[in-house]
């Protein structure tokens, strides 16, 4: 029953994780609700710990991300949400520090479930980085990759024109009506 249950938080982690401003980050309403608390109390221990929460930690969404999360999650009456103000987003670390803030088995317990998540998640990513810094070495030598790519059209258009003058050539075979 306990894998279960581990296993259960894991993919409701999972499916909490967006990247918002080119970082990972979990919202404070679906913090909250792993936490079993309300918004608001999450929100509440935040403020009276601001110290703690520097913006590479925690940052409050605009207007413009709201729509653009909402959007990604398929949801478009924030009514229906209950979203009355902006959420609050809080990075790996913004999530490590609430552990100090809130200090309940569970939460320590759930802070420890989404820490191995983004782990895990940051460990699936690495297969990436080498492709990434190889598209950034070509956007650099954008010179270069342009007169690659014009030699190797030249190729495949010269090879081309070979096969159409070889078709050209060739004696038809089969029956002539």
């Known amino acids: 029953m306990e894998k279960e249950t ?3 938080k894991n993919i409701l982690v999972d499916d909490k994780i967006f990247i918002i401003r080119g970082v990972q ?12 608390v309300e918004t608001r109390v999450l929100n509440q221990a935040v403020k009276r710990n601001i110290d703690r929460f520097p913006s590479d930690f925690m940052f409050e969404l605009t207007k413009q ?5 909402k959007s990604q999650i398929v949801i478009s009456n924030s009514i229906k949400m209950g979203i009355r103000k902006l959420p609050l987003a809080f990075t790996q670390d913004g999530i490590a520090m609430l552990s100090s803030v809130l200090k309940s088995k569970i939460a320590i317990q759930i802070n420890i479930q989404i820490m191995r998540t983004f782990t895990k998640l940051k460990n699936q ?10 598209l950034e070495k070509l956007e650099a030598n954008d010179k270069d990759t342009r007169e690659l790519l014009n030699k190797v059209v030249q190729v495949v258009t010269t090879m081309q024109s070979i096969q159409d003058e070889a078709k050209q050539n060739t004696r038809q075979i089969g029956f002539k009506i």
Do not use: C
């Open 25 to 36: 980050v979990m919202l404070d309403r679906d913090l909250a609700e792993l936490y079993g």
């Open 65 to 69: 991300e709201l729509e653009n999360w």
């Open 6 to 8: 581990s296993l259960t």
């Open 125 to 134: 990513s690495v297969p990436y980085f080498d492709i990434i810094k190889r």
